[in-house]
Nanobody
Framework: QVQVVESGGGLVQPGGSLRLSCAAS????????MGWYRQAPGKQRELVAR???????NYADSVTGRLTISRDNAKNTVYLQMNSLKPEDTAVYYC?????????????????WGQGTQVTVSS
C-alpha cells in the first residue's frame, strides 16, 4: 500500500508565492514519475507539472516560468514552488505518484493520488 500526502496550500495574494510538498510512503520498489495536477471548480483535473525519476520535466503552458517542480528521490518527495501566483491558479492541487510495487507476486506500476490541498489566490 502506498500513501501520498500533500501539504503547503493556503491563501495568498496575487503575485505571492507558495511551496507545496508531497511525500509518498509505503512498500515502494521503485518510484517513477511524480507530478502535480489541479482542479478548479467546474473544470477537469489538469496537469501542472511532472518530473520523471531521471529528472525530465514537463509543465502546463499556463505555469511555465512561474511554477517549478523538484524532487528528492531519496525521500520519495516532490515539491512545487509557486511564484507570481494569479487568481486563475486557484484550485485544489493533487499529487500523483507513479510507483512500481509488488502486487500478488507481480511487479506493477500503479498511480497513487493524494487527498489534495487547496490553493486560493485572492486579494
Amino acid at each position: 500500500q502506498v500513501q501520498v500526502v500533500e501539504s503547503g496550500g493556503g491563501l495568498v495574494q496575487p503575485g505571492g508565492s507558495l511551496r507545496l510538498s508531497c511525500a509518498a510512503s509505503g512498500t515502494i520498489f521503485r518510484m517513477d514519475a511524480m507530478g502535480w495536477y489541479r482542479q478548479a471548480p467546474g473544470k477537469q483535473r489538469e496537469l501542472v507539472a511532472r518530473e520523471t525519476s531521471g529528472g525530465s520535466t514537463n509543465y502546463a503552458d499556463s505555469v511555465t516560468g512561474r511554477l517549478t517542480i523538484s524532487r528528492d528521490n531519496a525521500k520519495n518527495t516532490v515539491y512545487l514552488q509557486m511564484n507570481s501566483l494569479k487568481p486563475e491558479d486557484t484550485a485544489v492541487y493533487y499529487c500523483k505518484a507513479e510507483a512500481l510495487v509488488l502486487s500478488s507476486g507481480l511487479y506493477v506500476t500503479s498511480a497513487y493520488w493524494g487527498q489534495g490541498t487547496q490553493v486560493t489566490v485572492s486579494s
